[in-house]
């Protein structure tokens, strides 16, 4: 395989209750110094399986779209965004992770910032009400003028996009989620274009359906804006 490939965007995904105690164990041994220390300090055994599950479908993306399987995740802080270092290999690829309760997402490339965000559509939220606190003005008279029966999911499509691009940025929502800007319609079947004023960063958004009830963004912050969009590819992880 073409390890220079830079026109993909590899993801995948996988329920937690499939990951079995064979794959925890041996997954353990290879987190880094830092990473293990994070893990260590989760106290919530459900957070740790998904803290572990992320990294188990990382090292599944990188094995199987890009032959790696000698690297290490390093993390300067809690709120700084992890990265990839190889020790045989001078890619330079971008991942992030997502995960529901049920649910863990993951996504990485060599095209440029990525970040990826999931939801559980069974899990009840007022996501109009959410909305009305982080996104911009505008779009909260735009979705009041639609109908009662959609609002919730066109603030949900909002949500997942703006929180996948913040994400790719390396912030949190508290920072300029209403600075993001969808440019195009919300669409699973194309990328499509969202823009912020904040460093005049643009993204392209592929809309995700990692399982049934479940529901998510893609956003890709690339490294060369005049370079084609890159595909979307899923790579199934088999526990």
């Known amino acids: ?3 220079t490939e830079p026109s993909v965007v590899y993801w995948t995904s996988c329920e937690t209750q499939n990951l079995n105690e064979e794959a925890i164990q041996n997954h353990l041994e290879k987190l880094s110094y830092t990473e293990q220390m994070r893990y260590d300090e989760i106290q919530d055994p459900q957070r740790s399986k998904q803290f572990l599950l992320g990294r188990i479908l990382i090292w599944h993306l990188l094995k199987d779209a890009f032959e790696i399987k000698e690297y290490t995740i390093e993390t ?7 990265k990839l270092v190889f020790s045989q290999s001078d890619l330079e690829l971008d991942f992030n ?8 997402a993951a996504v990485i490339t060599s095209s ?5 965000d999931i939801e559980d559509m069974n899990i009840k939220r007022s996501w109009h ?9 505008h779009e909260n008279q735009d979705i009041e003028r639609k109908p009662s029966r959609i609002k919730d999911e066109l603030s949900l499509k909002l949500w997942v996009t703006k929180e996948a691009a913040i994400k790719a940025r390396g912030q ?3 920072r300029g ?3 993001i800007k969808i440019l195009k319609r919300w669409s699973e079947k194309q990328p499509f274009d969202v823009s912020g004023t904040h460093q005049n960063t643009q993204w392209l958004v592929y809309g995700i359906t990692p399982m049934k009830d479940h529901f998510g963004a893609i956003a890709l912050v690339k490294h060369n804006d005049k370079a084609p969009n890159p595909n979307l590819k899923y790579i199934k992880y088999q526990p």
Do not use: L, N, R, W
């Not at 300067?76 to 992890?82: A, G, R, S, W």
């Not at 992770?97 to 863990?104: G, L, N, Y």
């Open 177 to 179: 989620m209403a600075d």
């Open 76 to 82: 300067q802080d809690t709120f700084d965004k992890p």
């Open 112 to 116: 440029g910032y990525i970040g990826i």
């Open 97 to 104: 992770i997502s995960h529901t309760e049920h649910m863990v």
């Open 129 to 137: 009400g959410i909305g009305k606190k982080y996104f911009s003005a």
């Open 1 to 3: 395989m073409d390890t």
């Open 172 to 174: 949190t929502i508290s």
